[in-house]
């Protein structure tokens, strides 16, 4: 039997999986369910996971796995393959500062998804390499496979593929403050870069991740 913060954080979880392939931070659970302070979310993701609820996978910072949901609902976590439709999309180079997608466009190469991992939106797809370290907190680490939706807006808060004086793309959360875009790492190593809004094009939206083991 669930508390109802602890229902309210397991659905929030399920939900930003579906939607953006990574869990919420922290931060993002803490204002969503309207608690002061960090410590209780600790303690209601440990309550989640000894009922069995949810995993913490080691050595991997904000990694949660569900592992079943409350009142007889499907766990989101599905394993038989062959009951799982797949998708093929292009698969372009490592996404690193000072490379524009449009460089990493290569036709020859290629990857298989679950259909699960595409968002219902309009736009296309794509899947991008990861490189470097500085979406880690987000649960995107170097040598990831993201699964992106190409569109040229994306909501605050929103992790994106943006393109920077049209020279530079990069892969951080999306916040408009005023005049200006900031572009957010998920890394307290890194610092958020600030550009007038003319300088920044969206060109796709994270809907997914793919990892291999």
């Known amino acids: 039997m669930l508390t109802r913060k602890q229902k309210e954080l397991l659905l929030l979880i399920r939900d930003r999986l579906e939607a953006d392939g990574v ?6 659970m803490k204002r969503a369910l309207g608690l ?9 993701i440990t309550g ?6 949810i995993k913490r996978l080691p050595h991997r910072a904000r990694a949660l796995e569900i592992l079943r949901l409350p009142d007889g609902a499907e766990s989101d976590k599905k394993v038989a393959e ?6 093929r999309l292009p698969l372009y180079g490592r996404i690193a500062a000072g490379t524009p997608i449009e460089a990493l466009r290569d036709p020859s190469r290629s990857i298989d998804i679950p259909v699960d991992l595409l968002s219902s939106g309009k736009g296309e797809h794509y899947a991008l390499e990861v490189a470097g370290d500085s979406m880690i907190d ?10 992106i939706r190409s569109c040229d807006t994306a909501e605050d808060g929103t992790i994106v593929v943006a ?5 530079e793309a990069t892969l951080k959360y999306l916040h408009r403050e005023g005049a200006q ?3 957010e790492p998920a890394n307290k190593n890194y610092e958020t870069r600030r550009f007038a809004s003319s300088r ?14």
Do not use: M
């Open 23 to 28: 869990p919420p931070s922290f931060d993002e």
């Open 36 to 44: 002061k302070s960090k410590s209780g979310i600790h303690r209601l």
């Open 163 to 167: 393109l920077i004086d049209e020279q």
């Open 82 to 87: 062959d009951a799982v439709q797949g998708a």
């Open 138 to 147: 987000a649960g995107i680490f170097d040598g990831d496979r993201v699964v």
């Open 200 to 213: 920044v094009r969206v060109q796709g939206k994270l809907v997914g991740l793919i990892r291999n083991y």
């Open 48 to 53: 989640l996971e000894e009922r069995g609820f």
């Open 181 to 183: 875009i900031a572009l």
